[in-house]
């Protein structure tokens, strides 16, 4: 490879899960240029910041190089075998003494960027003998694909192409690059925006409707819009009578939720919620965008996911061209294998881990913290940031600081990997054998390609088979790890695909795997019932809401915890504004998009400054229950007064999970109250 080039390859931007087609020029074994992929449905040549910066980030002088082990508080250069000799002595000890179920894993949103690494872990955790699989599934998109499975037997997904975008808590300019490139187009088609967010974003200045709305309540605004879609009869009746269950039930159910009872919770206007259902109503093609996860994290979310998904159904929106779709399935060998045991959080969010007999294989998060020492002594953490991503990182730092063992997979010596054990450095996604597909998160495009190794390892990076295999064969279970190369796991995935290793290596640029397909028959919803579950059993076979209901944040000004926490945290807080230079905590330290994003900021309205003294650019002490976090204000009257947003992803002092409490949950699956919380804000 060495002495080549300059040539041009394709792959996928794995720097957020996108998964951006890429053209990357090589020269000498090293990349030197990338450029969006022309043609590519996603981002037809175009990359954002973030994917124009993927060589700075390849070669960035803080990549880690060489495995690390900390002696007395600091880390020391030591060998591959050194490392996972002490590792595979470690983790042998842990299972005689504890048990298997005491090795906790982490994968973090990289895990689906990095298909192979998430699933390569899943069969390394079986192997080993643990349940224990943590990662942003119990705190991101896990939840609105449960519910909406839950709802309609399968996981229909927005289109990208909608006649009507109902933007309900989504900034596509800075979350989704591929859907504002679509909405740019379809914009001038004469397609429709609705906005409804605590912020006013740029698409809302040339939205139909905008409303701005208190963090944490959208579940209220969704039952009063369906109060005046079945009231109206605005509803679709022939497609309610054809492929639905319940109806009849829901009727008498949302007569309660009046658009007047919303106002009060909401803030949003009752006429203004009128004009939303009415529009979205009477529009085929429309498709809510409820945030990837912003309805998720909240005290209602899993009823606001049900919610939604109702609404769409009542409007007759599913499997039409624009609405959501159930999209085929893009059929793959699964690399992980079965596992003994529950997940922690099993027991207790029954819904989360089994529907109708299927299990999940996911551990809920926020448990973390009051399982260890008990249940968890040992973490391997791979491609996440949970110290900094996930809920309370307080209360997370103190339980890692009681692990026995800690080990991180890394590219960055990250905050996690500065609290390991040991650090493993981790090869680039150009530097090892993946694929990269539309993951339907939130666009309905059935597209795969190859990702190959374009590029040599990295210093002495090894790839996650090389480390799970060396692990595997040390600790006696090595026939589970039979696979010589990388690329042979991405040939096992495959053999069961439409599109066949040879087919994709024939085309570099990736193509779709199934054509589009709208139709709906009998199976098309695979619930009990054979319909869409507008009344939803499983709900209430668990002891749970059967028809959706609305449940205020704990933490807000009308929650249970306000008359003890109101006084001193008279604002409502949403944490997680994404940032269009950063995802998550990655890439924070690449300097040509530090000038575009030097600082975390705190928005809030100028009413709201004005009231706690604060002005714009301020340094500012954010604060709540649980911690503080330094940020700038950012003034703005595009913000909600009575609102502050922060983002997250941002190290130490701007972290935002300081502020946030592993014991705020939502209580069906036990998910963090991220939105909706209480907080003070003042001048640093
Ligand atoms: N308060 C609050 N917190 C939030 C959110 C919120 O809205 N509010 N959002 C949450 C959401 S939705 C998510 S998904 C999480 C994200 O949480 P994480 O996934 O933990 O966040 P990232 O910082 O993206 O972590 C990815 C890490 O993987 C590393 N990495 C990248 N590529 C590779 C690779 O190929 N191999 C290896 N080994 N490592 C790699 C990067 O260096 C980075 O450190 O954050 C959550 N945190
Ligand atoms: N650039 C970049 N892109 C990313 C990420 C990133 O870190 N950076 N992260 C990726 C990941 S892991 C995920 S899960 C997705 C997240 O994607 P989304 O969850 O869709 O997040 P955003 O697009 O930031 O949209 C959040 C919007 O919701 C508003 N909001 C906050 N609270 C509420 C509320 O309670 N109700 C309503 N209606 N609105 C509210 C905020 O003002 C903001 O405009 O983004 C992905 N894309
Ligand atoms: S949106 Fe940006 S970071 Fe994400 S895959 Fe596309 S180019 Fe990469
Ligand atoms: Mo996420």
Not at 62 to 80: A, H, I, M, Q, T
Request: proline share 7%; with cysteine.
């Amino acid at each position: 490879m060495s002495n080549e080039g300059p040539y041009k390859a394709y792959s996928g931007c794995a720097l957020c899960y996108h998964s951006c087609g890429v053209e990357v020029t090589i020269e000498d074994g090293k990349a030197i240029k990338v450029e969006g992929q022309k043609g590519h449905p996603l981002n037809d040549g175009k990359l954002c910041p973030k994917g124009q910066a993927m060589i700075e980030h390849l070669y960035h002088p803080d990549r880690l190089k060489y495995p690390l082990k900390r002696v007395n508080g600091e880390f020391v250069r030591v060998s591959w075998e050194e490392a996972m000799s002490e590792i595979a002595g470690k983790l042998d000890r842990l299972r005689n003494e504890y048990g298997p179920a005491a090795l906790a894993f982490f994968c973090g949103s990289i895990g689906v960027e990095n298909l192979e690494m998430i699933s390569l872990t899943h069969r390394f955790k079986a192997a080993f003998g643990s349940p224990n699989f943590f990662s942003v599934e119990s705190i991101c998109y896990r939840m609105r694909i449960r519910a909406r499975q839950i709802t309609f037997g399968k996981y229909p997904v927005e289109e990208m192409d909608s006649k009507l975008y109902l933007l309900w808590g989504h900034n596509p300019a800075a979350s989704d690059f591929p859907l504002s490139l679509a909405m740019e187009e379809n914009l001038k088609k004469g397609s429709k925006v609705i906005v409804i967010d605590p912020r006013r974003i740029p698409i809302a200045d040339r939205a139909e409707i905008y409303t701005p709305i208190r963090p944490g309540t959208d579940g209220a605004l969704a039952l009063a819009m369906m109060n005046v879609i079945i009231n109206e009869d605005l509803y679709d009746k022939k497609f309610i009578d054809e492929w639905t269950y319940g109806f009849d039930k829901l009727v008498p159910h949302v007569q309660q939720y009046t658009p007047e009872w919303a106002e009060k919770i909401t803030g949003v206007k009752a006429d203004v919620t009128r004009k939303i259902a009415r529009m979205f109503a009477t529009t085929k093609g429309a498709s809510i965008f409820h945030g990837t996860c912003t309805q998720d994290q909240c005290a209602n979310g899993s009823q606001n996911d049900r919610a939604l998904s109702i609404l769409q159904v009542l409007t007759g929106n599913i499997n039409v061209p624009g609405g959501w779709v159930i999209s085929p399935r893009l059929r793959l060998n699964d690399v992980s294998l079965p596992f003994q045991g529950k997940p922690l959080g099993a027991d207790e969010y029954p819904l989360f881990y089994e529907l109708w007999g299927r299990t999940s294989p996911y551990a809920v998060m926020n448990m973390v913290p009051e399982s260890v020492p008990g249940k968890l002594r040992a973490f391997i953490v791979a491609g996440g940031n949970p110290l900094v991503t996930m809920p309370d990182s307080n209360a997370l730092r103190e339980a890692f600081e009681k692990l026995d063992l800690v080990v991180v997979y890394e590219q960055f010596l990250t905050e996690t990997a500065r609290y390991a054990d040991y650090v493993l450095p981790a090869l680039n996604q150009l530097e090892f054998w993946g694929l990269a597909y539309n993951y339907n998160v939130c666009h309905c495009l059935p597209y795969l390609m190859l990702r190959p190794a374009l590029l040599p390892p990295y210093y002495e990076c090894r790839s996650i088979r090389d480390v799970y295999t060396d692990l595997a064969n040390r600790l006696g279970f090595g026939d589970k790890f039979a696979w010589e190369k990388d690329e042979d796991v991405v040939k096992y995935e495959l053999q069961p695909c439409a599109l066949t290793f040879d087919d994709l290596m024939a085309k570099p640029g990736g193509a779709l795997y199934q054509e589009k397909d709208y139709t709906l028959r009998q199976g098309s919803f695979a619930t009990p019932t054979g319909k869409i579950e507008i009344y939803s059993q499983a709900f209430a076979d668990v002891g749970h809401d059967p028809l959706p209901t609305y449940l205020e944040p704990s933490k807000s000004p009308q929650g249970r915890r306000w008359a003890e926490l109101g006084e001193k945290y008279p604002l409502v807080l949403a944490t997680g504004t994404r940032d269009f230079y950063f995802n998550g905590g990655m890439l924070h330290n690449i300097k040509s998009l530090q000038v575009w994003s030097p600082y975390p900021k705190a928005e809030l309205g100028p009413q709201t400054a004005k009231k706690y003294s604060v002005a714009n650019g301020d340094d500012v002490i954010v604060e709540t229950d649980r911690g503080f976090v330094k940020m700038k204000a950012s003034v703005d009257a595009r913000v909600m007064e009575g609102v502050v947003l922060v983002p997250h992803g941002w190290p130490e002092e701007g972290n935002c999970n300081r502020l946030t409490d592993c014991n705020a949950r939502e209580p069906i699956m036990g998910y963090p109250e991220w939105k909706g919380l209480l907080c003070s804000i003042r001048k640093a």
